[in-house]
């Protein structure tokens, strides 16, 4: 479990982006972490990972704080950045250097989605492209097999065909004991491996909450006009009609739009 308490980071003296977060993060789930820019997605993930350290509070991630730095935490959690920097090495040798870090680490696993994104194992990493270096660096990531696996913006550089196994692969390669956080913009490409929700603004969780209990509590739908009564919580017109957000009240099993849920909880509406 990640467990974050009482969380602050100050940037500087007169800069404090959080002020006493708090919130739980269970195995067993991917979390789709959303947010405008500045919200402090990244700093947040930054904490989990160890590359940044709360000013107050505590950040544990299976009972270790990511600060200090352990060897056992370390192995523990792969966290892929938005931009990907690698070495000047082959993709070989780039294994052979980086996979014992990562005891679960599995080669044939790491193959198999290289030939699934089409890439030979003796290219080179800097003759790579952009979208072929990111391809790389989720198979390496999947392929560790850590308890805690971040992604930040994963399908940026990713073409349509891409992004589709990278879905597959993300099916492939989950399990109960493994907490996955993505935090992205794309949630078209990413609303069906979320299984919770996390929405933050101005350094606040405004939601964090289970898809289906929020399929449960609300009812997502289009129609032709703006609908006129007191059980619409949130509607704005979209190129295909007036989208809208109401009570669930009948217990309908309906959709859940990710984006329209998004705009309704930064818009301070009802939902918040």
């Given amino acids: 479990m990640i467990s974050i308490n009482n969380l602050s980071y100050r940037y500087s003296r007169k800069i404090e982006l959080y002020n006493g977060l708090s919130m739980d993060l269970l195995p067993g789930k991917i979390y789709g972490l959303l947010g405008k820019n500045g919200a402090g997605k990244s700093t947040l993930i930054k904490n989990i990972s160890g590359m940044l350290f709360p000013t107050t509070g505590t950040c544990k991630v299976f ?53 699934e994104f089409g890439i030979e194992s003796s290219r080179h990493l800097h003759a790579l492209s952009f979208g072929q270096k990111k391809k790389v660096m989720i198979g390496f990531a999947l392929s560790t097999n850590t308890r805690v696996l971040i992604m930040d913006e994963p399908t940026n550089g990713l073409d349509i065909p891409s992004k589709i196994t990278f879905r597959n692969m993300m099916n492939d390669a989950f399990h ?97």
């Fill in 63 to 115: 009972g270790m704080q990511p600060r200090h730095r352990q060897v056992d935490f370390l192995k523990s959690v792969f966290f892929i950045p938005e931009e990907c920097y690698l070495p000047k090495l082959s993709i070989k040798d780039f294994i052979a250097i980086y996979a014992p870090y990562y005891p679960n680490f599995d080669l044939t696993q790491f193959s198999s989605y290289l030939g």
């Fill in 176 to 272: 109960p004991d493994r907490i996955v956080i993505i935090s992205t913009h794309q949630v078209r490409d990413l609303d069906e491996l979320i299984s919770s929700l996390i929405i933050m603004d101005k350094g606040k969780v405004l939601l964090h909450e289970e898809k289906e209990d929020i399929t449960n509590r609300l009812l997502f739908r289009v129609s032709d006009k703006a609908i006129l009564n007191d059980g619409v919580l949130y509607q704005e017109r979209t190129s295909s009609g007036w989208a809208s957000i109401s009570e669930n009240r009948g217990g309908e099993k309906g959709y859940l739009d990710i984006e329209l849920l998004f705009n309704a909880t930064i818009s301070n509406s009802k939902l918040s």
